[in-house]
């Protein structure tokens, strides 16, 4: 089973990686992928390149068993929507179950996302959430819970998509955006990215 884990990385920071390895583990999934991708729908351009952040992936990722980058959203033109890119995977993986994961935050709005109904029919759906922090779907998102939740993880290795599952994770308060003013600002941002990532960064005088 494969966790689908997508998002500018603009920089990768601990809050991405800490989360990936919570579920890798629990949901005893064989591999992380995380897929940056080159033109996100939903928010500016990315600040550093599609390069850029390809190498600090690499960088933050290394020698960790299960996390994988796949780069097929930077190599495709265009908007870089989710469904393409589950649509691809699942034209290339056969039956493998495959899990969105999403943040609580996005899975509330996930009725925003281009052809979002088709989503669920393409992977399962692993919602990242704090339990301190309970979230509110909007109506369309409700009802596309209606008969899909599961609360035990193992019920997503019976099929390859369909399901929907909230799984409580250390959300870390890291966001990309804090790391860039942090930088900007002249600040080290050490124990917010891999030292790693903060080195590439220096080295490429990102985010100043």
Known sequence: ???????????VHHGHLRIALELLQDL???????????????????????????????RAIAGQRGFVIDDRELARPGLSY???TLESLR?????????????????DRLDTWHRWRHLIELAHIVV???PDVPGQPSPAVAELLEGRRVDDPMALHGRDAGSV??????RLSISATLVRE???????????V??????YIQKESLYR
């Open 194 to 199: 891999p030292d790693t990532v903060w080195s």
């Open 128 to 130: 990242a959430e704090r």
């Open 82 to 84: 989710m469904v393409d």
């Open 91 to 107: 034209n290339s993986g056969g039956g493998t179950p495959l899990c969105m994961i999403v943040g609580r935050d996005a899975f």
């Open 165 to 170: 599952l909230t799984w409580p994770v250390t």
């Open 1 to 11: 089973m494969i966790g689908i884990l997508g998002g500018t990385f603009d920089p």
């Open 182 to 192: 942090v930088i900007a600002a002249g600040r080290s941002p050490r124990y917010l």
């Open 28 to 58: 005893s999934l064989d591999e992380v992928r995380f897929i940056p991708c080159r033109n996100p729908p939903h928010r500016g351009e990315a600040v550093a390149s599609p390069r850029q952040r390809l190498a600090m992936l690499e």
